[in-house]
């Protein structure tokens, strides 16, 4: 299992046994040594499982456009990819297949 992460110089897949807890989601989207506030973005994919988590203030802070996705959105900053949990309501851990859909679907800018 393994989650995106997205910004300007491309889509990293990276492994991981287990799910990022809150706090490092905001520290991977955020500005070091600033909290950041999660904004989770949905149906953007093909696979309407995936979702994308980005900090909700990323045009306050001045970051710069990393991504576009297929339907026109373009997210700031670095950016998270993930799924949403079939059996919990929260957020999981992508898949190889789906990881291939983030990077098929996704123009990083």
């Known amino acids: ?4 992460l997205i910004n300007s110089n491309g889509i ?4 991981s ?3 990022l807890t809150l706090k490092e989601m ?3 989207v955020g500005i070091q040594g600033e909290t950041a506030f999660i904004e989770a973005v949905y149906r953007q ?3 309407q499982t995936i ?13 710069k456009p990393s991504c576009r996705t297929r339907t026109g959105l373009v997210l700031h900053g670095q950016v998270l990819a993930l799924a949403l ?8 851990l992508l898949t190889e297949r789906q990881f291939q859909i983030v ?4 123009k990083v800018i």
């Open 45 to 47: 994919f093909t696979d």
């Open 1 to 4: 299992m393994l989650y995106g």
């Open 12 to 15: 990293e897949a990276v492994k």
């Open 26 to 28: 905001q520290d991977l």
């Open 85 to 92: 949990s079939t059996t919990e309501p929260d957020f999981c």
């Open 51 to 63: 979702v994308l988590i980005c900090d909700d203030e990323f045009l306050l802070k001045g970051y």
């Open 103 to 106: 990077k098929a679907e996704l």
């Open 17 to 19: 046994k287990e799910m």
